[in-house]
């Protein structure tokens, strides 16, 4: 069974940073892409950023580049979301998610961990 479990988040004035986690569990992380979604409140779930299983291909949404960073461990079966320049429109809970070749495993969202950005 795919555990996912996201943690890191909090609140954070704008401008600031913070580092999400997400250890994974129940499959070969090494073999899967790995991508960070978030939800804002009343708003639909929508795709950060992913990275490939040897870290070595990785994209953004546009709203993100060059304020967030996504990185890995495989060791540790971790991937990691670096965030800086936080903005309040960052505001939402955070969640990662497996892909395996062209396939997100949407039947696998763990728990995420909620963002706030105050103004």
């Known amino acids: 069974e795919v555990q996912l479990q996201a943690s890191g988040g909090g609140l954070v004035q704008t401008g600031g940073s913070l580092r999400l986690s997400c250890a994974a569990s129940?499959?070969?992380?090494?073999?899967?892409?790995m991508g960070w979604f978030r939800q804002a409140p009343g708003k639909e779930r929508e795709f950060v950023a992913r990275i490939s299983r040897t870290g070595n291909n990785i994209g953004y949404t546009d709203s993100v580049k060059g304020r967030f960073t996504i990185s890995r461990d495989n060791a540790k079966s971790t991937v990691y979301l670096q965030m800086s320049s936080l903005k309040p429109e960052d505001t939402a809970v955070y969640y990662c998610?497996?892909?395996?070749?062209?396939?997100?495993?949407?039947?696998?969202w763990g728990q995420g961990t909620l963002v706030t950005v105050s103004s």
């Open positions: 998610l497996p892909k395996y070749g062209s396939a997100w495993l949407y039947d696998s």
């Open positions: 129940g499959f070969n992380f090494r073999l899967y892409d």
